[in-house]
């Protein structure tokens, strides 16, 4: 079976691998706090364009979800998030966990827009009895969304205008910041998460990566005593340098810029496919994630030889699936289902 199901079925670039070979036998102080992780947040911090940003690495994306809420909120507070959200579909309640309530907000395409948030903020403080509610207090997005959709600059720029506005923390979750940033439509670089956000993460794990995510802190107050809560949440690596050899590589001589353009091209191509085959799309993806909506015999057809990720049932004859490309695609296997979906 070839697998377009998700975009982390492989293990790690081979230049990751080779230079954690390479460096097995270093012996190195822990817990992130060794030179090859110094020289990935010097290569992050120049693509941020800032001098006074943090960054971490953490283990993982829901770590990182999870941690950076956390440590933002107070015990009374919650964060807004689409229906669609990783936090509030995909993560078990992590959040929840934390005894924070996700706030979610309705969003059919993976988005929500500065408007909205602006009304679940005005609601919350015109209602009489609001002390006695959650206080909406961080906004999360992630981009791209779970469906594959992107904000622009000029949307992110006005959610983060209503956040100031308001006094909410805005939080990006990049676990396919790679695939984004390489869309064709995408206008957004990291010089601007990192001068709109309060945090954002740059994703390994799928971009590449055996595991790990890269949180960027530009806010001051987030920024104390972070370390603290990435240890009490679970999040730190006693051999800390594993995640920092895996980001000082892909942020080498563009590496991560070029898988995941890579990755977004043989999206693109398949994306064309589906289109001319007469297959709507129920989400308009630029992104590594197309989501064609099939006749279930189509589907049927090709799930003898491919694996996509089952998304709904878009009534009693057709199906839409998730069909992720990778930056470890390979170009046959999609010239592979390219060809099965012309002859179908």
Known sequence: MIQ????????AHPKILERLVETNSEQTVGYGEDAHCESARARILQLCQSSTAQVHFLVGGTQANATIIAAALRPHQGVIAATT????????????????KVITLPSDDGKITAEQVRGCY????SDSTHDHMVQPAMVYLSNPTENGTLYNKKEL??????????GLL???????????????INDLTMADYAALCDAFYIGGTKVGALFGE?????????????????????????KGRLLGIQFDVLFTDGLYAQISEHAVRLAMRLREA?????????????TNQQF????????????????????????????????????????ENVEALLRDVEAL
């Not at 805005?170 to 064709?184: K, Q, T």
């Not at 972070?226 to 999040?235: A, V």
Request: charged share 20%.
């Open 214 to 238: 890269a949180v960027v802190l530009t806010n001051a107050q987030l920024q104390r005593d972070f370390r603290y809560h990435i240890k009490q949440r679970g999040g730190m690596l006693a």
């Open 4 to 11: 377009f199901q998700c975009d982390y079925t492989e293990g």
């Open 274 to 286: 589906f289109l001319k085959k007469g297959w709507a799309l129920r989400y308009d993806s630029y």
């Open 122 to 125: 005005d609601a919350h403080w």
């Open 157 to 166: 720029s006005a959610i983060a205008a209503v956040c100031r506005d308001c």
């Open 292 to 331: 064609p909506i099939l006749p279930d015999s189509a589907y049927e057809k090709l799930s003898e030889k491919y694996l996509f990720s089952f998304w709904e049932k878009t009534d009693a004859t057709h199906t839409a699936v998730r069909v992720c490309t990778s930056w470890a695609t390979k170009e």
């Open 85 to 100: 959200g990783h936090i509030a579909v995909h993560e078990s309640g992590a959040v929840e966990a934390t005894g924070h």
């Open 170 to 184: 805005l939080f990006v979750d990049g676990a396919r910041l790679g695939y984004g940033m390489a869309s064709p």
